[in-house]
């Protein structure tokens, strides 16, 4: 959203406003939830730490108001999910195997350590990922246990984060790219499209 | 290890040692990795902080030495592994939630989200997890891809951990554990057992 798309709020500020969540944001992935400090963002975007919890009260509503996925879900899941349901599984692999091999990478490894790393920050990216991912895939899907398999979808994709990037676990850390993708594909193909219990 | 089989150590500086040690991982336990200070420690055990550093070294190295998986993976994971193939998933997959379920859920969070927090205790994990867990199950198992298989086999149970019981993704966070077992048996047995890719 532009200034000029915002309503009701006077320019100056809003840019006030953006150059504390810019800060914030590259702050809190590049320090980490833990490291980062209202007072560091304060100085980062030139403002006064006062001006900063005056637009967005605590370190951990900045974080959760500036934390965002690498990707439009709402534009990209509906796209994976609509496809040829035989194909879903493959689809959603390279899609994610995609983003973490891109820039995205960084902005995904972020958010699972800030999730890692304190409650406030865990509550922050449960919202986000209920929110934007969970509601998006149920919708997609539809039938009753849809929420379930959605979550059981993002553990995948977290513990892949985590396994491959964060803790770096060979020979999972420098798995090719197709390889890994024919690897986890038939996990998320059964998680999205085949019985979850037996 | 007791103090009797120690070779070659003084019982006195032993039990200091282990005094260190048992302080350290109760506050690597209850902190988590970043919050935990050698001053802390020392505190704790009642003695002065340079002897931390004389008997462990680093922060890093003194993580390293006490962090241990909930379970004895060297006895554990060969029993799970050498029964019946078929059912080899379901069994993985119980004792995954059993471990969750129970007192080993602190200790696998604990270890989780050190990972995540810090290179250094990354590299303490992901030794560990390498040496205790992937090894044992490569010996089991015995195939050319074996490492890839336990690595992914890893991944899925930091995915769990993270979604279940760090981040409390709903529903995966509230479902009862059968119903859990039920729906990620059938990627353990896929991951140990089946085809990789295609």
Do not use: C, N, W
Not at 109 to 138: H, Q
Request: a negative charge.
């Amino acid at each position: 959203m532009t200034d000029a798309t915002r309503p009701g709020r006077r320019p100056g500020t809003s840019t006030t406003r953006d150059a504390i969540a810019d800060a914030a944001g590259r702050q809190f992935a590049e320090l980490g939830y833990d490291r980062t400090t209202i007072r560091g963002i304060a100085r980062e975007a030139g403002v006064d730490p006062a001006l900063v919890v005056h637009f967005f009260g605590s370190k951990q509503r900045l974080f959760a108001d500036v934390v965002e996925l690498p990707f439009d879900a709402a534009e990209v899941l509906p796209r994976l999910l609509e496809g040829d349901r035989a194909d879903i599984g493959r689809r959603f692999a390279t899609f994610v195997v995609g983003v973490l091999e891109s820039g995205g990478r960084e902005a995904m490894v972020g958010l699972v350590r800030a999730a890692a790393s304190e409650p406030a920050a865990a509550e922050a990216v449960r919202e986000l990922v209920t929110r934007r991912v969970i509601g998006t895939i149920v919708d997609a899907i539809g039938s009753d246990d849809a929420p379930l398999r959605a979550s059981l979808v993002g553990a995948q994709v977290v513990g892949l984060v985590m396994a491959r990037h964060v803790v770096g676990v060979e020979p999972l850390a420098s798995t090719d790219p197709q390889s890994l993708i024919e690897a986890i594909a038939p996990t998320f193909q059964r998680l999205l499209t085949e019985p979850l219990g037996s």
